[in-house]
């Protein structure tokens, strides 16, 4: 049996997510595929939590890397859900039930092998398409309407478990600063979520938020929003789009909502960014060949 997991791009909710605030999650169409007639000698950390002693199938994740670097599109939980998937079509189609149970093993996985985390990405491998996002909920399922974004690579990656930490440290010196810009960005990001369940453009609601994001990196005394990304989402405002960080920011992707302009991407090249050929994932795990 073969099954196959998709990345994800987060599109708001990042750190305040772990607060309980709701966040945005795409699921895209890099693909990490396991193969349960293959055993993996040395399987992932997040595998290995999840499988304990029993036998872990090989899985792919080579869509998930460009010239040996990671993309940041979120390979460990797709790598994750898609050998727990492989494992679960040998034992019954991929229902409600089997997705939930996935869910709640990978997640735990996740967290024990990452030291926390709030399951987005996993909740977007399992599930595909839009959802929206709580730690205290099930995860829902969005309306995927058509909407115009591209994706640029930075060609650096980033290290979410870092920045994480320096995010702790900040709410630990100053509570009532790191209140203030979370809550900046929980409003900015429910405001993207409201638009996007109702079809609306979504440009002036994600510029919103990503100001949020930088102002929060900036008090964090974080470079959330790196200076080569400052200098795009400039360039995307003077042109009626937006472009913000994926996820935690930091290096690795972001992403231009509306559609770029031929001097767009030649600054982004100028930059080092590189446009990386990415769509939505309607389905979550699934069977690719029995």
Do not use: W
Request: charged share 20%; aromatic share 8%.
């Amino acid at each position: 049996m073969r099954a196959r997991a998709p990345g994800k791009l987060v599109v708001t909710g990042a750190y305040v997510v772990l607060d309980g605030a709701d966040a945005l999650v795409l699921a895209v169409d890099r693909y990490a595929e396991a193969d349960a007639r293959v055993r993996d000698p040395s399987p992932s950390r997040e595998v290995r939590a999840a499988f304990g002693d029993r036998p872990a199938p090989r899985v792919d994740v080579r869509a998930f890397y460009t010239e040996g670097r990671k993309l940041g599109l979120g390979s460990s939980a797709a790598q994750l859900v898609a050998a727990l998937g492989a494992e679960a079509v040998a034992k019954g189609p991929l229902d409600d039930e089997a997705r939930r149970e996935i869910l709640v093993a990978a997640t735990a996985a996740h967290q024990a092998a990452q030291g926390g985390g709030s399951g987005i990405d996993v909740a977007a491998s399992v599930y595909g398409g839009a959802l929206s996002f709580n730690v205290g909920r099930a995860p829902q399922q969005l309306p995927l309407h058509p909407f115009p974004f591209s994706v640029f690579f930075s060609g650096q990656s980033a290290r979410t478990s870092d920045f994480l930490a320096r995010v702790r440290a900040f709410r630990g010196r100053d509570a009532a600063g790191y209140a203030r810009h979370a809550s900046l960005i929980t409003a900015a990001s429910e405001q993207v979520l409201a638009d996007f369940a109702a079809a609306k453009n979504l440009v002036p609601a994600v510029r919103a938020y990503g100001r949020a994001l930088a102002a929060f990196g900036q008090g964090a005394d974080i470079p959330i929003v790196p200076e080569a990304f400052a200098t795009l989402s400039r360039a995307a405002d003077a042109e009626d789009g937006a472009f913000v960080v994926a996820g935690a920011g930091g290096g690795d992707v972001g992403i231009f909502y509306g559609t770029p302009s031929a001097a767009f991407g030649q600054e982004a090249a100028r930059l080092g960014f590189s446009p990386l050929n990415i769509g939505p994932a309607k389905a979550g795990v699934e069977l690719v060949e029995s």
